[in-house]
């Protein structure tokens, strides 16, 4: 079974902070995927990785950046946390020639 | 245009009853593939079923069963005599671009009660 983990399943940040949001799928995938979700809005893609080292804007990527140093852990970090980050993340894995994606359960984030 | 559209925003039922969950799509490409996935109260996406455009065969898993017709662009969903656990969002998935850009819609809630 393809497990996909996230570091945290809550968490409460202040303003301001830097978040770090933890990643790890331990299928071998090549490409991995860091998504919030909101109400109203559905998923929204952040930012993609296809490889170490690799990665792509999504459709949102404003305010976030990523880091992908081993093939198994992905990273999404705020920077400067703000309350419009308030949402859910959720991390995914898929392998580079499959389409189905593996999603995390995912990371209620809260910045106050 | 790559779309997918789930009309049903929620659905209500009563355990036991059947429910058919709809979901049409639009798409440029002449292969495909569509999925569909649960997301329980938890909030893991949970990954039921893929189907490609190829294979029109129903498909039943359990008490899950799954209606393709690409005449209509349908890819529906029905749970057979339901139970409180599949209280759930359901999304229906069309990805593209190799899998890099997956389209979800908009995702059905379903209540069942016991």
């Known amino acids: 079974d393809v497990k996909v983990t996230q570091s945290s399943r809550y968490l409460v940040k202040r303003t301001g902070e830097k978040v770090f949001l933890e990643c790890v799928q331990d299928m071998d995938h090549e490409n991995m995927f860091w998504y919030r979700q909101d109400p109203g809005l559905g998923l929204r893609l952040i930012y993609f990785?296809?490889?170490?080292?690799?990665?792509e804007k999504g459709d949102i990527p404003e305010g976030y950046s990523v880091s992908r140093e081993k093939k198994e852990r992905f990273s999404l970090i705020l920077e400067s946390a703000s309350t419009n980050q308030t949402s859910m993340y959720l991390c995914a894995s898929k392998r580079e020639v499959s389409y189905e994606q593996y999603f995390g359960p995912g990371t209620r984030l809260t910045v106050t | 245009a790559q779309k997918v559209t789930q009309a049903q925003t929620e659905i209500s039922v009563v355990e036991k009853e059947d429910v058919t969950l709809d979901c049409v799509y639009e798409?440029?490409?002449?292969?495909?593939?569509l999925f569909w996935y649960k997301q329980p109260p938890s909030g893991e996406l949970v990954f039921l079923i893929r189907?490609?455009?190829?294979?029109?065969q129903n498909e039943i898993s359990g008490r899950y069963s799954w209606n393709f017709q690409k005449s209509t662009s349908s890819f529906n969903f029905t749970i057979t005599a339901s139970q409180v656990v599949d209280s759930a969002v359901y999304f229906c998935?069309?990805?593209?671009?190799?899998?890099?850009?997956?389209?979800f819609g908009a995702g059905t809630r379903l209540f069942v009660k016991a």
């Open positions: 990785s296809y490889d170490v080292k690799m990665k």
């Open positions: 998935v069309l990805p593209s671009d190799g899998g890099f850009k997956t389209i």
């Open positions: 189907r490609n455009s190829f294979d029109e």
């Open positions: 798409t440029r490409d002449t292969t495909y593939y």
